[in-house]
């Protein structure tokens, strides 16, 4: 299992990164003109935010390439030895399956709405169908639970870090998505704010 886990693993997030950021925003972009990726380099909290984001992918991305690589360098991550075990890496495996499927949809479902951060120069329409009548932020959801599941697969101190700082950021981009929303499409949003939880 360890050494499937060692070709796998990479790959799957290769796959994840092109499928749930390249993708879409190249689909986006070729319909509508517009750029999705809203993240600038200002020192605004918003961009500050998407630096983050960047930062913790990078962080996830090292530590699954020091797994795959070398023995002696992923034991400088500190793995969590009472976690080891292949019934938890199989939960694991499943919760970034699983979780890479419903950001798929969800995306779908959000069609060209999609944006990676608040688009303040374009009005995209409010999503309330599909996932979204589930949870109003379902591709978040989505990105937590792949954290959550790749720590389960290499749980280390790193990939503990990046999973809680996940949830932490979302969290904090989640309330300023939910500002823009108010601004935008104001009582049509609170109806929605009230029917659906924010995650879950």
Excluded: C
């Amino acid at each position: 299992m360890l050494q499937y886990l060692k070709y796998y693993l990479p790959l799957f997030l290769l796959v994840y990164l092109v499928v749930t950021f390249i993708l879409p925003s190249v689909r986006v972009y070729k319909k509508t003109g517009i750029n999705p990726v809203t993240f600038g380099k200002s020192d605004s909290a918003h961009d500050y935010i998407g630096f983050i984001m960047k930062l913790l992918t990078g962080l996830l991305i090292t530590a699954v390439l020091l797994f795959r690589v070398s023995d002696t360098a992923y034991e400088y991550l500190a793995p969590i030895k009472y976690l080891q075990y292949e019934l938890i890496q199989y939960i694991g495996l499943f919760l970034v399956h699983a979780s890479l499927v419903w950001i798929i949809i969800a995306q779908y479902n959000m069609k060209l709405s999609w944006r990676i951060g608040v688009d303040e120069k374009n009005k995209t329409d409010l999503i309330t169908t599909g996932f979204f009548s589930l949870s109003r932020n379902p591709i978040f959801l989505g990105m937590i639970l792949s954290t959550v599941g790749i720590f389960l697969i290499i749980p280390n101190v790193l990939t503990f870090f990046t999973m809680a700082s996940t949830y932490i950021v979302i969290q904090i981009q989640i309330r300023l998505e939910e500002e823009h929303l108010l601004k935008q499409h104001g009582t049509n949003y609170i109806e929605y704010k009230n029917k659906v939880r924010r995650l879950l």
